[in-house]
């Protein structure tokens, strides 16, 4: 009798097992609620992540495109890429220098 009662709670546990999400379901499922904005203030700063990332991103494309373009005028047309760059120089001065204020000045307002 007691082999046929350990064998019965054995297949028990592997019916009641099977049902039951894995462990790296369950984990999963966990992580993806502790992930979502739960109060107002998450959710706030959720999106002044999400503005943040699309300043930068804006702002590194521009810069970029300015930059490779002045590279690219510089070996084709020598003499004309002074002045090509003094046009883009201040561009990309005041978009990096805009960026990096706006990112700091985000810091030091939120903490009032």
Known sequence: MAGSSTG??????????????????????AME???????????KAAGDISVKIGVLWLV???CGILAIFGGVSFFLIPD???DMWVIFAPIITAGLTGTLAYLTGEKS???K
């Open 8 to 29: 019965t709670s054995q297949s028990d546990y592997r019916q009641s097992s099977a049902s039951q999400p894995s462990e790296s379901q369950a984990w999963k499922k």
């Open 33 to 43: 609620q502790a992930s979502k904005p739960r109060t107002p203030a998450q959710i």
């Open 60 to 62: 590194g494309i521009t």
């Open 80 to 82: 004309q890429s002074k």
């Open 109 to 111: 307002g939120s903490s």
